[in-house]
C-alpha cells in the first residue's frame, strides 16, 4: 500500500491571492507596512503564528496574535462572501483522481492551513472522500516538525518507505525527510525552488503529469492502467 501526502497551498492549490489579501489585511490592522508579495509569500506553509512573528520581527512580536486573527476573520469574511475561490493547479484534479482510483493507494494531506480551510477547499473543488488522513495546523506544529508525517503513518499503518510527501518549500522536504519517508519537491509554487534538493527532495518536478513517473522511480510504485 502506498500512501501518497500532497501539500495544499503552492502544491494543489493555487492560493496566493487570497492569502496575500489575508496578510495586507493583518499589517493594515496593526498599522505595520505590508510587505511585498514576494516576501509574503516566501513565508507561505509554515503556521499563521510563525509566519507573522517571522515577517513583523523582534520589536512587534507583542502584535502577532491580533494580526493571526484579523487574518483568519477576513478569511472567513472572504469565503463567506463567495470570494475565496482559489483554483487547483493545472492537473490536480486528474493526478488526484487517477491516484484515487488505485487499490494500492491511500492519498493524504500535511497543511500548514487549519481544517476549515481544507474542508472549503473540498467543497469549492469537490474533493471528499479522496483524501484518507488530513493533517492541519489545528493539531499539529508547523512544518517542518515531522508531527503531521508520523500521524499520517500511524492513521494509516503504511510503510515509510512506500510514502512520500509532495510539496513545494523546503519546508515540505525537510518535515519528510525528519519523518522518515520520501520527498518530491513541485516548482510551480511560490518558493524559490533552487534549494528543494539541499533540503531533501529526491525527485523535482516541474509539471503534475510528470507525478506517476517519479512515483514509479521512487516508490517502485508499479505501473497500472485505470
Ligand atoms: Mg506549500
Redesign the pocket.
Known amino acids: 500500500m502506498y500512501l501518497i501526502i500532497f501539500?495544499?497551498?503552492?502544491?494543489l492549490l493555487d492560493s496566493q491571492n487570497t492569502i496575500v489579501h489575508g496578510f495586507e489585511a493583518a499589517f493594515a490592522a496593526v498599522g505595520l507596512p505590508v510587505p511585498g508579495r514576494k516576501t509574503i509569500l516566501s513565508i507561505?506553509?509554515r503556521s499563521l503564528d510563525m509566519a507573522f512573528a517571522d515577517l513583523v520581527g523582534p520589536e512587534h512580536q507583542d502584535k502577532v496574535p491580533e494580526m493571526a486573527a484579523v487574518y483568519r476573520a477576513e478569511k472567513i469574511a472572504r469565503r463567506k462572501a463567495g470570494l475565496d475561490q482559489d483554483p487547483l493547479y493545472p492537473g490536480a484534479r486528474e493526478a488526484i483522481d487517477r491516484l484515487h482510483a488505485r487499490e494500492d493507494v491511500l492519498l493524504g494531506i500535511a497543511?500548514?492551513k487549519a481544517l476549515r480551510g481544507v474542508h472549503h477547499m473540498m467543497d469549492v473543488h469537490d474533493l471528499h472522500g479522496r483524501f484518507i488522513t488530513i493533517q492541519t495546523a489545528d493539531t499539529s506544529p508547523s512544518k517542518p516538525h515531522p508531527d503531521m508525517i508520523e500521524r499520517a503513518l500511524s492513521e494509516t499503518g503504511a510503510d515509510p518507505e512506500q510514502t512520500v510527501m509532495i510539496?513545494?518549500?523546503g519546508?515540505?522536504m525537510a518535515m519528510a525527510r525528519a519523518g522518515g519517508v520520501h520527498a518530491i519537491g513541485v516548482t510551480w509554487?511560490?518558493?524559490d525552488h533552487s534549494q528543494l534538493t539541499a533540503d531533501g527532495a529526491e525527485r523535482i518536478i516541474h509539471r503534475f503529469d510528470e507525478l506517476d513517473q517519479a512515483l514509479i522511480e521512487l516508490l517502485k510504485m508499479e505501473k497500472e492502467t485505470v
Open positions: 501539500d495544499v497551498d503552492g502544491t507561505v506553509g497543511t500548514g510539496g513545494d518549500t519546508f515540505d509554487g511560490y518558493h
